[in-house]
């Protein structure tokens, strides 16, 4: 059987016009993003597109059609506050300049893949991701004209083998009985897909089958596009092998790999993320951390592997500089034991995570949460430096 390809390629012209992935309102996000954005732009933009796939989630139980769910879709949206998407997904109905159109794109880009990476290590979670995604990218892609496919095509180098005329006019009487809505077969095209690539399709008997090839009409269009792009086993295959890679290996390297609190000092200058050198280093400097620090970096040393007993000790060691030991044990063992599980509802509680630890409240005595989002420019440039990193841009 002749090999009948779907490519993905965007052609070398395109390539060569500058940020030619953002051509178009609607992204086959295939290409991850590049360049610089704010951190707290990054966060918003994550948080919102999260919100949308909830409203996603919401709009597909209570509608069927693409474009009754894409309407009530943008309703939400400007219900809820989230007018960048809006605009997003009804680009056409809003005033927009093309510089604007650009960096929208470019955050519809950004959010989707932080989201993907962060979504793709619990099976349960990236399934739902991967469904509202499916959903959405279905509504935009089912209401754009001829003139936007034409473009979205020729942006994304995509190329469906279309099935001629003469060869439409022999098999015009098998392409009737599955064309269904009174589409008028002379004037739409049909293009041949594996069968594989649209086993939907088929499996719901709307395209005519031959020799293994489907002859999907382009009424059918997001159908084949939504297979190929969200039906890759490759991408699940990937995903999988990210889970057990991640997952499994660093919980056996925990379970058996300690660190000892003489291992620290070394640690906090080579390997610690900056919030937990900068509290490290604040707590030998003060010998005292507020009871947000204490939690932050109390769990970080659990979770890269500082036992219980060392734990206490390490704190102690630190608080008695300015404190008497029974001072110590009244007040912050207990703290130090309840991070590990051991008192109150014993829970085993986790390090937190960046956006836990962005998203914390700071007060003036504080020094945990995140320091490129606490620290003016200046006082981070600064202390960057001072760890060898001098090349910071602004």
Request: overall charge positive; charged content about 25%; aromatic content about 14%.
């Amino acid at each position: 059987m002749a090999c009948i390809p779907i490519t993905f390629q965007p052609s070398m012209k395109i390539k060569q016009i500058p940020n030619y992935i953002y051509l178009h309102d609607l992204q086959m996000y295939i290409l991850p993003p590049s360049g610089y954005i704010k951190l707290e732009e990054l966060y918003q933009w994550c948080i919102d597109r999260l919100k949308v796939l909830e409203l996603v989630n919401k709009v597909s139980k209570q509608y069927y059609k693409a474009r009754q769910c894409r309407i009530a879709l943008i309703k939400e949206l400007e219900k809820n506050d989230l007018i960048k998407f809006a605009k997003l997904i009804n680009m056409s109905n809003y005033e927009i300049s093309q510089s604007k159109k650009q960096l929208l794109r470019k955050n519809d880009s950004i959010s989707h893949f932080i989201l993907r990476s962060a979504f793709s290590l619990e099976h349960k979670k990236k399934q739902w991701f991967f469904k509202q995604e499916v959903k959405l990218f279905k509504w935009r892609l089912s209401f754009l004209n001829k003139k936007d496919i034409k473009l979205f095509n020729y942006i994304n180098g995509i190329q469906f083998p279309s099935v001629s005329e003469q060869e439409k006019q022999k098999i015009k009487k098998d392409l009737e009985m599955f064309c269904f809505d009174n589409e008028n077969i002379n004037i739409i095209n049909f293009y041949k897909v594996y069968f594989t690539n649209v086993i939907n399709l088929v499996a719901k008997r709307q395209v005519f089958l031959k020799n293994g090839i489907a002859y999907v009409p382009e009424t059918k269009y997001s159908r084949t596009i939504v297979s190929n792009i969200y039906g890759d086993e490759r991408i699940t295959k990937i995903f999988n092998i990210l889970q057990n890679y991640i997952n499994k290996p660093y919980l056996e390297h925990n379970r058996y790999k300690y660190i000892s609190i003489d291992e620290l000092d070394e640690l906090s200058q080579k390997s610690f993320p900056l919030c937990m050198r900068l509290l490290h280093e604040a707590l030998q400097k003060n010998h005292h951390l507020t009871n947000g620090g204490r939690v932050q970096y109390g769990l970080f040393l659990k979770g890269i592997g500082l036992k219980l007993h060392d734990a206490i000790q390490f704190w102690k060691d630190e608080f008695t500089k300015k404190m008497d030991e029974r001072t110590f044990e009244k007040q912050y063992k207990y703290g130090i034991r309840f991070l590990y599980g051991q008192e109150g509802k014993r829970a085993d509680y986790e390090p937190f995570h960046c956006f836990k630890i962005f998203n914390s409240n700071i007060g003036l005595r504080d020094n945990h949460g995140c320091p490129f989002k606490c620290m003016t420019f200046d006082l981070l440039k600064q202390t960057l430096s001072n760890y060898g990193l001098i090349h910071l841009g602004k």
